[in-house]
């Protein structure tokens, strides 16, 4: 792996994706952030000193496309993370044809074109390949019909990919979070009735942060983990296995 490889971050004006490309910084490993708010890219990547591409992560080929601009720019892309994604919490019956293609395409589609574009760079050299999933995916929860099913998806995606690449040392894992405190999710978090159910909805009795996320990213990108493909680790609060325990 030469000097110059890189992590590209798609979607890394997000609250995840943000946090991520400073902790990675933090430790000395080059990024690239792509996304569509070149705004708040550029405005990251003047704090970063980290170019930042134009993508829109939906649109499959274009995606492909920045991958290989990320490559001539860095020499080598050796990991991505897709922090692309989006929520509506609403029954089936309420949702529109057009909400259901939005979210669909924010976090599936994205996904998918993130193996795609990063897959066909990674095939001379490996890499690591990390997806977001969530803890509703693989646990019920009401109103969450449109998120689970997509990002059940993601999980699929990510069992399948990596046995479809495992042989060219291209590594593809993810990461399932509960609930995290970012701008997406400021309708929650701000209204203390809702924060404080969904505080005691998780076993451990908090919601998440974006380092508890950027945590196990990091962790499925490191090189000396070149042994851990097909993972989704639950970064939950215990939240998709663990039973809350009711209060006395």
């Given at each position: 792996?030469?000097?110059?490889?890189?992590?590209?971050?798609?979607?890394?004006?997000?609250?995840?994706?943000?946090?991520?490309?400073?902790?990675?910084?933090?430790?000395?490993?080059?990024?690239?952030?792509?996304?569509?708010?070149?705004?708040?890219l550029?405005?990251?990547?003047?704090?970063?000193?980290?170019?930042?591409?134009?993508?829109?992560p939906?649109?499959?080929?274009?995606t492909?496309?920045?991958?290989?601009?990320?490559?001539?720019?860095a020499?080598?892309?050796y990991?991505?993370?897709?922090?692309?994604?989006?929520?509506?919490?609403?029954?089936?019956?309420?949702?529109?044809?057009?909400?259901?293609?939005?979210?669909?395409?924010?976090?599936?589609t994205?996904?998918?074109?993130?193996?795609?574009?990063?897959?066909?760079?990674?095939?001379?050299?490996?890499?690591?390949?990390?997806?977001?999933?969530?803890?509703?995916?693989?646990?019920?929860?009401?109103?969450?019909?449109?998120?689970?099913?997509?990002?059940?998806?993601?999980?699929?995606?990510?069992?399948?990919?990596?046995?479809t690449?495992a042989n060219?040392g291209?590594?593809?894992?993810?990461?399932?979070?509960?609930?995290?405190?970012?701008?997406?999710?400021?309708?929650?978090?701000?209204?203390?009735?809702?924060?404080?159910?969904?505080?005691?909805?998780?076993?451990?009795s908090?919601?998440?942060?974006?380092?508890?996320?950027?945590?196990?990213?990091?962790?499925?990108?490191?090189?000396?983990?070149?042994?851990i493909?097909?993972?989704?680790?639950?970064?939950?609060?215990?939240?998709?296995?663990?039973l809350?325990?009711?209060?006395?």
């Amino acid at each position: 792996m030469n000097e110059d490889s890189a992590i590209l971050i798609m979607g890394a004006n997000g609250g995840i994706g943000s946090a991520l490309a400073r902790e990675l910084t933090r430790r000395n490993k080059p990024v690239i952030l792509a996304g569509r708010n070149m705004e708040d890219l550029n405005k990251l990547g003047a704090e970063l000193e980290s170019p930042a591409i134009y993508v829109d992560p939906t649109d499959i080929e274009a995606t492909v496309n920045a991958y290989a601009e990320a490559q001539k720019l860095a020499g080598n892309i050796y990991g991505t993370v897709n922090c692309v994604g989006s929520s509506i919490l609403k029954p089936s019956h309420t949702i529109t044809s057009e909400e259901w293609d939005a979210v669909l395409s924010s976090n599936l589609t994205s996904a998918f074109a993130v193996v795609k574009g990063a897959s066909r760079i990674m095939m001379k050299n490996g890499g690591s390949i990390v997806l977001i999933s969530a803890a509703c995916a693989r646990i019920g929860m009401a109103y969450h019909d449109i998120v689970a099913a997509t990002k059940a998806g993601l999980i699929g995606l990510t069992l399948s990919a990596a046995a479809t690449y495992a042989n060219r040392g291209i590594r593809v894992n993810c990461v399932a979070p509960g609930l995290i405190k970012t701008a997406m999710t400021d309708t929650i978090t701000v209204n203390p009735k809702q924060l404080s159910a969904a505080e005691s909805s998780h076993p451990i009795s908090r919601i998440g942060d974006p380092s508890d996320v950027v945590s196990a990213i990091s962790w499925f990108l490191e090189t000396q983990n070149s042994w851990i493909t097909g993972q989704v680790i639950g970064v939950d609060g215990g939240l998709g296995s663990v039973l809350a325990r009711s209060s006395r």
